[in-house]
């Protein structure tokens, strides 16, 4: 098993960047998938940090993820207010 993946290994890409701040995003969708693109809005501009596509049963699957998560650090942490939008359109809406 030298030169194979081990049971339950992740890889990861030699040229995956690492995180980056996203503050902003749009969703798009067509009947068999969802794009989430990521952005960071900084005025006067932005840019793209990230894209997802994924199916719409896995999309369900994140939504719970991030629901059960949110309730769990709001549980340690508090309450968290909803940011405001970006204010502004750059050529399109983000949400």
């Known amino acids: 098993m030298d ?11 030699d040229n995956f960047a690492g995180a980056e701040y996203a503050n902003a995003m749009t969703v798009g969708h067509a ?3 969802f794009l989430l693109t990521f952005l960071n809005l900084v005025a006067p501009s932005g840019r793209v940090v990230g894209k997802i596509i994924t199916s719409p049963g896995h999309l369900k699957r994140i939504i719970r993820a991030l629901g059960e998560n949110l309730k769990k650090y709001e549980a340690a942490f508090g309450q968290v207010k909803e940011a ?4 502004k359109e750059f050529g399109f809406k983000a949400e």
């Open 3 to 13: 030169n194979q993946t081990k049971p339950g290994e992740i890889q990861v890409r």
């Open 31 to 33: 009947k068999e998938e």
């Open 84 to 87: 405001e939008g970006p204010g």
